[in-house]
């Protein structure tokens, strides 16, 4: 019984693909997609991963006293990339820390 129910889902994933692509207009519409569904919820999963790292790596890099440059890369770009960049725009890049 099982077996029919994965077959199934699986033929009427491969029949919807394409009118799902032939539905979206643009390759915009794709990436709007892709963004909303996969990019921004990894993103939030690399803030918790950046930001774990951050806390572990902090008392070296308080010694080394690259803190802001160690927070830009592995805390602020990550919280850019997932909340302030346009839905679909994969080319945004943000540089929170300037020194």
Same mark, same amino acid.
């Given at each position: 019984?099982?077996?029919?129910?994965?077959?199934? $889902?699986? *033929? /009427?994933?491969?029949? =919807?693909? &394409?009118?799902?692509?032939?539905?979206?207009?643009? #390759?915009?519409?794709? =990436?709007?997609?892709? #963004?909303?569904?996969? !990019?921004? &919820? /990894?993103?939030?999963?690399? *803030?918790?991963?950046?930001? =774990?790292?951050?806390?572990? =790596?902090? &008392?070296? +890099?308080?010694? $080394?006293?690259?803190?802001?440059?160690? !927070?830009?890369?592995? *805390?602020?770009? &990550?919280? !850019?990339? +997932?909340?302030?960049?346009?839905?679909?725009?994969?080319?945004?890049?943000? #540089?929170?820390? @300037? @020194?």
């Amino acid at each position: 019984m099982m077996k029919k129910i994965f077959i199934i $889902s699986l *033929i /009427l994933l491969v029949v =919807s693909t &394409p009118a799902l692509a032939f539905a979206m207009d643009e #390759d915009k519409d794709i =990436s709007i997609a892709v #963004d909303a569904l996969l !990019a921004r &919820p /990894l993103g939030l999963v690399s *803030i918790a991963i950046g930001g =774990s790292i951050f806390v572990i =790596s902090l &008392p070296f +890099t308080a010694i $080394s006293g690259s803190i802001g440059k160690t !927070a830009n890369i592995l *805390i602020l770009r &990550p919280v !850019a990339f +997932t909340f302030n960049r346009p839905i679909g725009d994969f080319d945004y890049r943000a #540089d929170c820390y @300037k @020194k």
